[in-house]
């Protein structure tokens, strides 16, 4: 990919957190997720690039746009496979909560895990800990391991994990052997960015969360030169084994199986983001431990948007002042 294309998708995830902020603290996920979804399309599809959607707002018949296999952009320029996640924390969005964003991914053509909307299990750790984790073994043997990777004692690790009941177990497993626990109530994408920033306390996350967000964090920790480890799994196995768990759980197992992929099966970082040729945007719609919210005053805003080329390793704070009416006119309905 060109180095310049960059600039041009962190445009993307700013029109799109700019649409979400709309709705901020307006208690309806779905109208920030669909203004979001709007304003992202609509600048994808000025850029010059021949991009697919991989990860995104669902299959076809789930969407009506950015949905998996959609075409992207004006169709001249390099082919590229696109992650996208609109407002990563919808909830968080519509209830004027921390941590929420505007996330976009991109790669090669054909460099992205195309993963069905299914849970994962996920062990991510920074640069320093590379080649350090291994999901065969139980979750105490890679806090150790990692811990002598990073060459401190398990009592200075710090590990970052959704707040969910199904994590109780593990939570109060970590507190006994002593790590320090940063617990999170949505949005593992910026928790797991977290673990590879020079100024981040996070050395670790683990969980169980959602797969789309499981491939956007594998092409970021792939571009920040991270590790991470992975596997799917069945909603039944997850959420208790109901008759609808089940029910829907078949379901996400038959689609793996159309997709090629076996579920519960380890997946290494680089099956899921096969190649570090990646850019990475992720522009903030509400202050968070990554970035700074969009603010508003007026016809005026300010932005703050994370951009990572993973080719030369390079990310960039890009601050950005935004005055909205000389925006392109088919975005003023979503974010005047």
């Known amino acids: 990919m060109k180095r310049e294309l960059a600039i041009e998708f962190s445009r993307v995830t700013e029109a799109a957190a700019l649409a979400g902020y709309h709705w901020l603290g307006r208690g309806d996920k779905n ?3 669909g203004a979001a979804v709007h304003a992202m399309r609509i600048m994808l599809n000025t850029i010059d690039i021949d991009g697919q959607i991989v990860i995104g707002e669902g299959e076809i018949d789930e969407a009506p746009m950015l949905y998996i296999g959609e075409k992207v952009g004006t169709g001249r320029g390099d082919a590229v496979d696109i992650a996208v996640d609109p407002i990563e924390g919808t909830r968080m969005t519509a209830m004027g909560q921390a941590n929420a964003l505007a996330v976009l991914a991109v790669g090669d053509k054909g460099s992205f895990l195309h993963a ?5 299990e996920k062990l991510i750790v920074g640069p320093g800990a590379r080649g350090a984790i291994d999901l065969n073994l139980p979750l105490e043997a890679n806090l150790k391991n990692i811990a002598i990777a990073l060459d401190k004692p398990l009592s200075q690790l710090t590990v970052s994990i959704l707040a969910k009941p199904r994590h109780d177990a ?4 970590l507190q006994q052997l002593g790590v320090r626990v940063f617990s999170f109530p949505d949005g ?13 306390e996070v050395d670790v996350l683990y969980g169980i969360g959602g797969a789309p967000e499981g491939v956007v964090s594998a092409a970021v920790i792939r571009a920040m030169d991270g590790d991470m480890q ?13 008759e609808e768990n089940r029910r829907l759980g078949e379901q996400e197992l038959q689609r793996c199986a159309e997709m090629g992929i076996k579920a519960g099966e380890i997946l290494k970082l680089e099956e899921m983001a096969r190649n570090d040729n990646v850019i990475f945007a992720a522009t903030g719609i509400t202050t968070g431990d990554l970035l700074k919210g969009i603010t508003r005053n007026g016809n005026i805003a300010t932005s703050e948007t994370l951009l990572v080329r993973g080719k030369s390793r390079t990310i960039r704070r890009i601050q950005s002042i935004h005055y909205l009416d000389r925006k392109d006119p088919a975005l003023h309905q979503f974010i005047l």
């Open 31 to 33: 109208a920030a997720d």
């Open 188 to 200: 593992d994408v910026a928790a797991s960015i977290l673990t590879c920033m020079p100024d981040s």
């Open 170 to 173: 593990v939570i109060a497993q």
């Open 230 to 242: 992975a596997r799917l799994l069945a909603r039944h196995h997850v959420k208790g084994d109901s």
């Open 116 to 120: 069905p909307d299914m849970y994962m």
